[in-house]
């Protein structure tokens, strides 16, 4: 079974920066796009950005030019570089393997929670 771990989330004033990183499990991480979403108090879960399995990104209009996604196949990890970080970016980050439409392939995992002062 697939598990996605995410980590290194915290509190950190505004203007700074975080990097989250996402451990998948399993075969899956090779061959499939990954993406970066988060889920605010209140609000709908929502995708951040993603990176194909050749390293193309695509970013939310939000975070464009402050997010940047990486990724090492080999550690089967992806990470989230967070800059210039607002108050509004506070939520819980996950990372998933997009699939048709707002459909994820694989089961949640415990997320990571990023919380931003003002």
């Known amino acids: 079974q697939v598990q996605l771990v995410e980590s290194g989330g915290g509190l950190v004033q505004a203007g700074g920066s975080l990097r989250l990183a996402c451990v998948a499990s399993?075969?899956?991480?090779?061959?499939?796009?990954m993406g970066w979403y988060r889920q605010a108090p209140g609000k709908q879960r929502e995708l951040v950005g993603s990176?194909?399995?050749?390293?193309?990104?695509n970013y939310a209009d939000s975070v464009k030019g402050r997010f940047t996604i990486s990724r090492d196949n080999a550690k089967r990890t992806v990470h989230l570089q967070m800059n210039s970080l607002k108050p509004e970016d506070t939520a819980v980050y996950y990372c998933?393997?997009?699939?048709?439409?707002?459909?994820?392939?694989?089961?949640w995992g415990q997320g990571t929670q990023v919380t931003v002062s003002s």
């Open positions: 399993g075969n899956i991480f090779r061959f499939n796009a």
């Open positions: 990176i194909t399995s050749g390293g193309s990104t």
């Open positions: 998933n393997v997009p699939g048709p439409g707002n459909l994820v392939l694989i089961s």
